[in-house]
T-cell receptor, first 111, second 115 residues
Framework: GIQVEQSPPDLILQEGANSTLRCNFSDSVNNLQWFHQNPWGQLINLFYIPSGTKQNGRLSATTVATERYSLLYISSSQTTDSGVYFC?????????????FGKGTLLTVNP | GAVVSQHPSWVICKSGTSVKIECRSLDFQATTMFWYRQFPKQSLMLMATSNEGSKATYEQGVEKDKFLINHASLTLSTLTVTSAHPEDSSFYICSTRRYLNTEAFFGQGTRLTVV
């Protein structure tokens, strides 16, 4: 099946700093999403972005499908941005619409 | 507002008992729902795909007799952990989407502790 690798696994920032999280995948994809998992476990949808670039406030994401990677940018980070960020993909061709998750990036934003 | 509602949020049960987790699609009819399991500090692993009106499809290594899935209506899927043991303690999350190849939405998750 499709492989998803996220980097870095851990990231510690001071409030106000910017960061870039990366998601590499091993095959073509029909679907790619970024999630933020809050301390209670809830997965918050950030972006549905199988290709192209999107922005939502301080967050933006870019997926270059032909090169099999996606980037999540967080600008002017806040303590509330802390948590685990997951990239999940649905492989193209016979994937049965399953989402495969990366191992996540644990982000800690210190005041 | 929430698209997917999952209950209960947490449950503690004794070894040998069964626990039922409900997942409701609030905004649309969901012919397909997905059940995931997450161990502490790990990623989400797909357990099974729940199909309305038919049998669920289980991922390799997932015991279908241990994790019973019922998808009797277009808005409700249930996961029953039968004869639960401490090793079944985990975080279980359901998911659905309006149309395949579109954005997936997740429930709040259920934290199961078996004592």
């Amino acid at each position: 099946g499709i492989q998803v690798e996220q980097s870095p696994p851990d990231l510690i920032l001071q409030e106000g700093a910017n960061s870039t999280l990366r998601c590499n995948f091993s095959d073509s994809v029909n679907n790619l999403q970024w999630f933020h998992q809050n301390p209670w476990g809830q997965l918050i949808n950030l972006f549905y972005i199988p290709s192209g670039t999107k922005q939502n406030g301080r967050l933006s994401a870019t997926t270059v499908a032909t090169e099999r990677y996606s980037l999540l940018y967080i600008s002017s980070s806040q303590t509330t941005d802390s948590g685990v960020y997951f990239c999940a993909v649905e492989g193209g061709g016979g994937s049965n619409y399953k989402l495969t998750f990366g191992k996540g990036t644990l982000l800690t934003v210190n005041p | 507002g929430a698209v997917v509602s999952q209950h209960p949020s947490w449950v503690i049960c004794k070894s040998g008992t069964s626990v039922k987790i409900e997942c409701r699609s609030l905004d649309f009819q969901a012919t397909t729902m997905f059940w995931y399991r997450q161990f502490p500090k790990q990623s989400l692993m797909l357990m099974a795909t729940s199909n309305e009106g038919s049998k669920a499809t289980y991922e390799q290594g997932v015991e279908k007799d241990k994790f019973l899935i019922n998808h009797a209506s277009l808005t409700l899927s249930t996961l029953t952990v039968t004869s639960a043991h401490p090793e079944d303690s985990s975080f279980y999350i359901c998911s659905t989407r309006r149309y395949l190849n579109t954005e997936a939405f997740f429930g709040q998750g259920t934290r199961l502790t078996v004592v």
